[in-house]
């Protein structure tokens, strides 16, 4: 059974950082994009950044300079440094991958 789980979040103050964790299990991640997606309470959900098998990189403007997203070399693990933070990346973050999702892993930054 192929999961993805998520870890990594915490409570931070505004301007600390944080490093997320999404672990493959029963799998790797050998095609396709792994990306890491945020959610607030109300909102929908977004993309804030995605990594490729070719090793492309994408951000959301929102996160640019901030966030960088790294993959592992057994292509079993994608991990989402998260540097200056701010109190409006506060929300759920998901990993995602070919429609495959985590259980999420909440990010809370205080003012």
């Known amino acids: 059974q192929v999961q993805l789980v998520e870890s990594g979040g915490g409570l931070v103050q505004a301007g600390g950082s944080l490093r997320l964790s999404c672990a493959a299990s029963?799998?790797?991640?050998?095609?396709?994009?792994v990306g890491w997606y945020r959610q607030a309470p109300g909102k929908q959900r977004d993309l804030v950044a995605q990594?490729?098998?070719?090793?492309?990189?994408y951000y959301a403007d929102s996160v640019k300079g901030r966030f960088t997203i790294s993959r592992d070399g057994a292509k079993k693990t994608v991990y989402l440094q998260m540097n200056s933070l701010k109190p409006e990346d506060t929300a759920v973050y998901y990993c995602?991958?070919?429609?495959?999702w985590g259980q999420g892993t909440q990010v809370t930054v205080s003012s």
């Open positions: 990594v490729t098998s070719g090793g492309g990189t």
């Open positions: 995602g991958w070919r429609n495959i």
């Open positions: 029963g799998t790797i991640f050998s095609t396709g994009a």
